[in-house]
């Protein structure tokens, strides 16, 4: 690690262009952000820096730098150590290896003496890493892992005018490759292609790489087409440096499934055409995750492709995750409430006013208790859900929002509303008869007899009763809004930066947390309060506690925007959805990431666990909602019927239902309970990932509701599973 | 996946051309054909990186436009300072020019006199965000209110009545059972079995529509007569409510066929009996059915039109035609086929020429009677300036004739006598604002005379009040009437005084001009109604076709009516040839402080600006001339040159003292006494 000087943040950031503090980049480089973040860590840092070390080491040993190598090894003892705590399992097995493999073929291609390639399949396997590395020239390159270096990867000199050629003799091989094998071949289209086009365009083949570009563009898969609209606006090397899609493709390898079978006959065709350039790029840019047995049909790649990094490796989605609730205290006694209070007072921050604290116990302990009493009364009246007993939805139109309203929830007794709005404001309802009151002055409080009973009520002040409080102190567009289970406290995020947490009984902003330099798009309160989770353009999700001025957990992985951010049920996982296609599962307490889903087609904005904690829901920008099993790792479920974003998504208390609401103005009710029932799940599916949607969209489609013009922002289910909506009405 | 296969992408680059313009303005004349080239390329990569980042504001914002406050997040994540002062709501007001075949797409800045603004009353404060909570869907099926689309969005009435055959809702045809859960749900009623008969069907070679019972539920079937009772009742209020509700109310297509029936059968009984005041709540109805944009009428014009033809051209609609006003109900029916023209008449069912054929016929027949008469022509009338010039012109001579037969001579009936009187008052109305508009200002008696016989010394007069009105209208405040009307690359702003209940708000806007109008007409309609109309100023902005090189200039200002001076300034101006665009802000005169709700200082401005011809302008920027004082008041005819850069404007100022001459207008080229700006 030590030989890997942690280079000033700023080569990172492209210059002049960007001048703000540096965007935390961490997939790409993880080795850096690591120090900073000791409990942050990436699932694919550990193993692939082992590599590296492995290949340094190596390299040492034949330059015959013998202190350098005791040295370095010295340093990696004492990482070893480290890094077997957070246990990074099978790291000899042939992925691993293969990292290694085509992590030397890249050292080897940037070094300046070796502009020969490597010839064709030296470092195709474990056992050739030996050979494959004799030729390393220099290491210097790798020692500065910043841009130019990434980009100098680039640096090999194949003739332009063959780019082409290669690229259409190799479509014209899979074109012609028995049907079984072309639809995973075909895969490799996209990731060849754009690396083809970026070598053109570094090594300043304008035209060369603009004719290219026409040429192969429209065979890619249309929902490449967002990032393909960004490579086709770069066509200068300098604007490579700084954009920050180039980046992506470039600091993290495109990852591919492909049979045993399939890869073979890619391999062979690949060599007997000596095909260098391809091979290169297949080596240094795309990492290829082989798997024995029948190749997979078109319509199971299709369901698993269209993240920005291809599909997720196997082994990113093997760690178990124990998605069991937690046991529910007893609560049913409204007067033995000793346990409770302890669990209570730990879901309050420590800011809290200090008159609240001399407030007699025993009103205290009222409060949650009377909360839960209800919670349990509300159940007992709980409407069975069905495909043959549909919910009501009561929906919630902001009117005269200009367009407004950026973010909306509902406290989990829907008795509050709160609205993110564009103008910096959140403005919280009260849909209850029961008025907004403020805490009264501190002058006021000391007049207040405190060992009354009803001290609650006598704290408040009925002249500001009103049934709207607006709370001004963001200066950005609102993003996200999230109350807490107590409905003490309010979090809202914004495009300023900062998250803030917000008192519902002053109705004042108690703390600002700052920790995201960019706008930060969505923030949850855990189930059980006092932590909560942010999400934002930087890349990361984080965790903080609402005493603690700094994030307890960085959950970095994410290549592109954290747009949402849901808690498990049990509080021990995050999922993030990204705009970079991907939803990751996040473990709490270590901070890995332990799971990974790919398949959508668009950025993901809208997430939600079921109420059981199996089962995950969500949905993207291309209008398609996706279900994952958490214990297995695996898409079970796609639901088709949304035409535009999908904003919000929710379960119904029990999980009979599911509801989605988009921005093409409609609520959509599914029967989930039918989505889960037959879930192939046996060990083969569950070995391989390959996974066979049923499409049956239709079916599971219980209720299509229009509004007027109004997209569908939020959905919240009552505790009497009543729906209620939310959105802004937006005329034409 | 093959269609799909087919997205193409280009990488778009500004013109080089646009660089050397940004240079030259700042001053950097010479710039190398290079240097332009890598510009345009770095510029054009930097936007649209800047662009796919205020996407995503948009996104996040929940939003399906960009605005540009959208762009302003971009660049403040790219660490550049935003522009400042861009911050409409709606649309981003670029004004569009072009001529010399170059195109310019510009911000405009207008020159803001400080007094207007300090003196101009606060707008109102615009509506605080609230909350309204209504039923989305009641256990599964949704409530037909109006804060819910209504049940059968047009489209699918429409693909019901044209395409029986093909289900409702594509996606469909598949699973039956699923039909019911989803929207159709709620009255679906008799339909249920038309969708499901198609599968029986298939595979047969003739394919027929199947027969469906079409039944109401309960309380359709009483709002059905709640409506109708109400409607022909007596008491005034319900009937308002009544209407009120046919003309609003989302869910009423399923009762359509009902009420139509009512209508027509309702017209035939009470013309047989004359029951004027019937008739005329029915023509209520028809008006009410129109007006709710969520009906599918096509499939019923054929029963209403029979109906409303009846009310306009049947020789006796009351029981005592000398004295009740069914002229009244002719107008109002007449107004409404026009209606049904406009909104039903395609190449295929020709609604419009049948109806004008038979107009046309049983006013050419001698034996006619005077009702009838007028009824034909009221309903020619409504159908347009057009229609006018084209059938009644051509007989004014002949009708002229009739109707001086009747009343000079002797006193045969006083029915027909007072019938050829309303004809004749009718011929008046309709065709003086025809003629003014088709012959050239100097109006002759003795030239009308000659031309349209007996009627012409009327017409004379009427045509001259009809300018003068015109003339006056087009400094009235109407709020609700706006029409563009254009030929071709001329824009005119044209005001017709139309009056009563006729299509508030109707406004046609040709799409080559879109942008400059609709951004005048948008400014106008989101500022919120406001007691009184402060000062405006609109800046219209097209490029004449006239061979002319000299620029049209027309400013007009109208004060307060207190002060009663009016001023307009015809005012054509040569221009340097540089100069494309002027920009010309007539200060207008403060008034003194009046009675009007306007307060002080209400003034008008109108700019015209046209452009020279092709090959004239530069594209240059805009420039701006010295200000032009009002100079005459003198009345101006209305320009009847489609050469003309502006003919007519609209205005808000509360209307003028009466009597006091008003003008507007602008000459044809050449024909005024230009004045060249200095």
């Not at chain 2, 059905?224 to 003309?247: N, P």
């Not at chain 2, 000079?408 to 009187?421: C, E, F, K, T, Y």
């Amino acid at each position: 690690m030590a030989a890997l000087p942690e280079g000033p943040p700023t080569l990172l950031t492209p210059q002049g262009w960007r001048r703000r503090s540096p965007r935390w980049l961490s997939p790409p480089l993880p080795r850096r952000g690591r120090p900073r973040s000791p409990t942050a860590a990436s699932e694919a840092g550990a193993p692939h820096d082992r590599q590296t070390l492995l290949a340094v080491l190596q390299f040492l040993r034949q330059s015959n730098l013998r202190e350098a190598e005791e040295a370095l090894r010295r340093e990696a003892r004492l990482l070893e150590e480290a890094v077997a705590g957070s246990g990074a399992p099978g790291e000899v097995d042939g992925a691993g290896t293969e990292a290694a493999s085509a992590l030397l073929s890249r050292v080897t291609a940037s070094a300046p003496g070796s502009t020969a390639p490597d010839p064709p399949g030296t470092g195709a396997s474990g056992a050739t890493i030996v050979s494959g590395s004799t030729s390393v020239g220099n290491v210097a390159v790798e020692d500065q892992p910043d841009v130019s270096a990434v980009l100098s990867a680039y640096n090999q000199q194949g003739d332009p005018t063959m780019y082409e050629e290669y690229y259409s003799g190799l479509k014209h091989f899979i074109e012609c490759s028995l049907d079984c094998h072309r639809a995973e071949l075909s895969q490799l289209f996209y990731p060849l292609f754009v690396h083809m086009y970026l070598e053109l365009v570094y090594n300043q083949h304008e035209n060369e790489a603009k004719s290219f570009f026409e040429k192969f563009h429209g065979d890619q898969e249309c929902y490449y087409q967002d990032d393909l609209r960004v490579l086709s606006s770069l066509t200068k090397k300098e604007h490579m440096k700084g954009n920050e899609t180039m980046l992506d493709f470039r600091t993290s390898k495109f990852v591919l499934r492909i049979s045993r079978d399939s890869y073979q006959l890619l391999k062979r065709h690949l060599q007997e055409k000596q095909n260098n350039q391809i091979w290169n790029i297949v080596q240094e840019h795309l990492y290829i995750d082989i798997f024995d047995g029948m190749p997979r049909s078109k319509q199971q790649i299709d369901a698993m492709v269209g993240s920005l990094a291809g599909e997720a490796k196997r082994e990113a989605n093997k760690s178990k995750v124990f998605f069991g609730l937690l046991k529910e205290p007893e609560i049913e006694v409204p007067l033995d409430d000793e346990d409770e209070e302890g669990e209570n007072e730990e879901g309050k921050p420590k800011k809290k006013k200090p008159k609240k604290d001399s407030i007699g116990s025993k009103s205290k302990k009222q409060d949650p208790n009377l909360d839960k009493i209800m919670n349990m009364k509300e159940t007992t009246k709980r409407v069975r859900l069905g495909p043959d007993c549909l919910p009501s939805i009561c929906f919630y139109t902001f009117l005269n929002a200009y367009q407004g309203l950026t973010a909306v929830d509902v406290t989990d007794d829907s008795s509050l509303i709160a609205g993110g709005f564009a103008d910096s404001t959140v403005r919280v309802w009260s849909v209850t008869p029961k008025k907004l009151r403020s805490v009264k002055q501190a002058s006021d409080l000391n007049l207040i007899d405190k060992e009354s009973d009803d001290v609650l009520e006598r704290i408040m002040d009925e002249k500001t009763a009103s049934e709207l409080k607006i709370l001004y102190g963001h200066s950005g567009p609102v993003y996200g809004a999230s109350f807490s289970p107590d409905r003490n406290y309010l979090l809202s995020s914004s495009e300023d930066g900062t998250v803030r947490l917000w008192s519902l009984q002053t109705f004042t902003c108690l703390v600002g947390y700052k920790g995201h330099n960019y706008p930060v798009w969505d923030t949850q309160f855990s189930p059980y309060g006092y932590y909560f989770v942010s999400g934002g353009h930087d890349r990361v999700a984080r965790l903080w506690a609402t005493d603690h001025y700094q994030p307890l957990r960085i959950f970095a992985g994410h290549l592109a925007d954290v747009n949402c951010t849901r808690f498990h049920p049990n509080s021990n996982y995050v999922a993030t959805g990204s705009a970079d296609r991907t939803v990751r599962l996040w473990d709490v307490l270590n901070g890995n990431c332990v799971r990974i889903f790919t398949g959508h087609k668009g950025p993901i904005h809208s997430l939600t666990f079921s109420p059981n904690g199996r089962f995950l829901a969500t949905g993207a920008t291309d209008g398609r909602v996706l279900l994952w099993d958490i214990g297995h790792g695996l898409m079970v479920g796609e639901l088709k019927g949304h035409t535009d974003t999908v904003c919000s998504l929710r379960f119904s208390r029990d999980g009979e239902i599911l509801a989605s609401g988009s921005m093409d103005n409609t609520v959509r009710l599914w029967d989930a309970i039918k989505a889960f029932e037959d879930l192939e799940t046996d060990d083969f599916t569950t070995a391989t990932g390959h996974i066979n949607l049923p499409e049956n969209s239709q079916e599971l489609l219980l209720g299509t509701y229009m509004t007027k013009s109004t997209p569908v922002v939020h959905l919240h289910f009552t505790r009497r599973n009543l729906v209620l909506a939310a959105g802004a009405y937006s005329p034409q | 996946m093959a269609e799909e296969k087919k997205l193409k992408l280009s990488n778009t680059v500004l013109p080089s051309e646009s660089m050397k313009v940004v240079a030259e303005s700042m001053g950097i004349a010479q710039i190398q054909e290079e240097t332009c080239q890598l510009l345009t390329d770095e510029v054009s990569y930097r936007i649209k990186e800047i662009a796919q980042d205020a996407l995503k504001f948009m996104h996040m914002g929940k939003r399906q436009k960009l605005t540009t406050s959208d762009i302003d997040y971009a660049l403040k994540l790219k660490n550049v300072e935003p522009l400042y002062g861009f911050h409409a709501q709606e649309f981003i007001p670029f004004r569009f020019a072009s001529g010399g075949g170059r195109e310019l797409y510009f911000y405009e800045e207008k020159e803001v006199d400080l007094s207007d603004i300090i003196n101009t009353p606060l707008p109102r404060v615009p509506l605080d965000v609230c909350l309204k909570a209504h039923w989305l869907s009641i256990e599964g099926c949704q409530p037909a209110i109006p804060e819910n689309p209504p049940p059968a969005p047009k489209e699918q009435q429409k693909a019901e009545a044209t395409e029986p055959l093909k289900s409702a809702k594509p996606g469909q045809e598949e699973d039956g059972p699923l039909k019911g859960k989803g929207q159709g749900a709620a009255p679906a009623d008799g339909k249920g079995k038309e969708k499901k008969a198609p599968p029986l069907l298939e595979g047969a070679p003739l394919r027929l529509k199947p027969r469906s019972i079409h039944e109401l539920s309960v309380e359709q079937q009483l709002y059905y007569k709640e409506i109708t009772e109400a409607c022909v009742g007596s008491c005034e209020a319900k009937r308002a409510e009544a209407l009120q509700s046919i003309a609003t109310d989302p869910g009423l297509y399923q009762m359509l066929p009902r009420f139509s029936t009512f209508i027509s059968e309702g017209v035939r009984v009470n013309v047989v009996q004359n029951n004027l005041a019937l008739l005329i709540y029915l023509m209520r109805m028809v008006k009410a059915l129109m007006d709710n944009p969520t009906l599918y009428l096509e499939k019923y014009v054929h029963e209403l039109i029979p109906a409303v033809m009846t009310c306009i051209v049947s020789r006796q609609l009351c029981l005592r035609p000398d004295v009740d006003n069914h002229w009244a109900l002719r107008d109002f029916a007449a107004r409404l086929v026009a209606q049904i023209c406009k909104h039903f008449s395609t190449t295929t069912n020709n609604i419009q020429s049948r109806i004008t054929k038979t107009f046309t016929k049983s006013w050419v027949d001698e034996k006619t009677p005077w009702t009838t008469r007028y009824g034909s022509i009221a309903g020619l009338a409504e159908l347009g300036h057009d229609v006018i010039k084209t059938l009644i012109l051509p007989r004014l001579q002949q009708e002229g004739e009739r109707i001086r037969s009747v009343l000079d001579g002797p006193v045969l009936s006083n029915i027909d006598r007072i019938g050829a009187d309303h004809v004749q008052s009718l011929l008046l109305k309709h065709c003086a604002p025809v003629l003014a508009k088709l012959h050239p200002p100097p109006d002759n008696q003795d030239a009308y005379r000659a031309e349209f016989g007996s009627l012409g010394p009327l017409l004379c007069s009427h045509v001259v009040k009809a300018r003068a009105q015109a003339a006056l209208q087009a400094q009235q405040v109407n709020r609700t009437t706006l029409t563009i009307t254009q030929p071709r690359p001329t824009l005119t702003l044209s005001q017709a005084p139309q009056p009563g209940p006729r299509t508030p708000g109707l406004l046609k806007v040709p799409g080559s001009i879109a942008l400059p109008v609709q951004t005048l007409v948008s400014a106008r309609a989101a500022a919120p109604p406001q007691p009184s109309p402060p000062p405006t100023k609109f800046i219209v902005m097209s490029s004449s076709s006239s061979a002319s090189s000299t620029q049209q200039v027309l400013s007009l200002s109208t004060s307060a009516p207190g002060s009663g001076s009016t001023t307009t300034s015809p005012v054509t101006t040569t221009v340097p040839s540089v100069q494309p665009i002027v920009k010309l802000v007539s200060t207008a005169t403060t008034t003194p402080p009046s009675t009007a709700p306007t307060g002080p200082g209400s003034v008008q401005k109108y700019i015209v600006v046209s452009l020279p011809p092709a090959g004239e302008g530069k594209g240059g920027p805009p420039s701006h001339p010295s200000p032009v004082p009002p100079s005459s008041s003198s009345p101006s005819p209305l320009g009847g040159s489609a050469l003309c850069g502006g003919k007519q404007e609209t205005g808000d100022s509360p209307p003028p003292a009466p009597g006091t001459p008003k003008a507007n207008g602008s000459q044809p080229p050449g024909s005024g006494s230009p004045q060249p700006v200095p």
